[in-house]
């Protein structure tokens, strides 16, 4: 069973920085990419940037520069790491496991989301 537990939203003032952690559970055998996504109200979720399990990252061309995510040694927990943050950036942030298998399509689970708000 794939666990997702998410922590470090909150409220921060523009220009300011802030670091999301996701805690990871799930089986050793298999292959996953890690990746954070946003939502806000009214929108759909949208990839804000990912990992995969060889190390390789990808990022909305948005967040290009400011954001940083990385993983530990251990793939227990997935970081982001977000600068020189704007009110833009306010949303619900979501840790987002992708399952890669040989044999059958992907399969994605979600973390339950934390709040991160940029305001003055």
């Known amino acids: 069973q794939v666990q997702l537990v998410e922590s470090g939203g909150g409220l921060v003032q523009p220009g300011g920085s802030l670091r999301l952690s996701c805690a990871f559970s799930?089986?050793?055998?298999?292959?996953?990419?890690m990746g954070w996504y946003r939502q806000t109200p009214g929108n759909e979720r949208e990839l804000v940037a990912q990992i995969t399990d060889g190390g390789s990252t990808n990022y909305d061309e948005s967040v290009k520069g400011r954001f940083t995510v990385s993983r530990d040694n251990a793939k227990t927990t997935v970081y982001l790491q977000m600068t020189s943050l704007k009110p833009d950036d306010t949303a619900v942030y979501y840790c987002?496991?992708?399952?890669?298998?040989?044999?059958?399509?992907?399969?994605?689970?979600w973390g339950q989301g934390t709040q991160v708000t940029v305001s003055s």
């Open positions: 799930g089986s050793i055998f298999q292959i996953y990419n």
């Open positions: 987002n496991a992708r399952r890669v298998t040989f044999t059958t399509a992907p399969r994605d689970f």
